[in-house]
């Protein structure tokens, strides 16, 4: 009866020895899953868009007209007589019809009438556009362009600036701008803009 009470001891010994391996090695594979479930995934390298390059910028300066300007070295640039206008197309714009994808800005030098100032000039300008039926877009009002006052309005899609520098003549910019395709056209147009200056030589 001894002899059998010390086996079956042993049995129970055996079995419990057989038992704690086998939770351990339960515990073994559970923890290398709960590793393999949180481990961090390998990180792929992204390629972030470049932000836009800076536009690089030339200096027109013109004394006959009497002007100077920064603008984007992509532009055309063409004088014919006392007007200079420059020009950029977007990618949609068909080179047979009207600006509907680009710039077009112009500054010319123009006489006014003996008396007449730069705001009767516009104003005269704006009532006869309007009795021609052209829809005025911008109402007439003051703005600054290179330091001297003068008047804005915007007509069908254009808008005209004046300013008279010296007596008895003005400079008119004019400038419009389509951008369907969000090429920040508008923004040029600004910077073309906040960079005119009257040189003291202009006029004739």
Do not use: C
Request: net charge negative.
């Amino acid at each position: 009866m001894k002899n059998n009470i010390l086996a079956g001891i042993g049995l129970l010994i055996v079995a419990g020895l057989g038992l704690g391996a086998w939770l351990l090695f339960q515990r073994a594979g559970d923890t290398d899953k709960m590793a393999q479930g949180t481990a961090s995934p390998t990180s792929k390298a992204t390629s972030s868009a470049s932000p836009t390059p800076s536009i690089s910028w030339k200096l027109y300066s013109n004394e006959d007209i009497g002007f100077s300007m920064r603008y984007p070295s992509g532009m055309e640039v063409i004088q014919n007589g006392e007007v200079v206008t420059f020009s950029q197309s977007g990618p949609s714009q068909n080179k047979d019809r009207m600006l509907s994808d680009g710039i077009s800005l112009s500054v010319e030098r123009e006489r006014l009438v003996s008396g007449e100032t730069v705001e009767k000039f516009m104003r005269a300008e704006v009532a006869r556009r309007q009795s021609n039926d052209e829809e005025i877009i911008e109402q007439l009002h003051s703005v600054i362009l290179g330091g001297y006052s003068g008047y804005e309005y915007g007509v069908d899609g254009l808008h005209l600036i004046a300013i008279s520098p010296q007596e008895g003549e003005l400079i008119r910019v004019s400038y419009t701008s389509e951008d369907p395709m969000n090429q920040g056209f508008a923004a040029i147009v600004k910077e073309m803009l906040d960079s005119f200056m009257v040189l003291s030589a202009g006029g004739k």
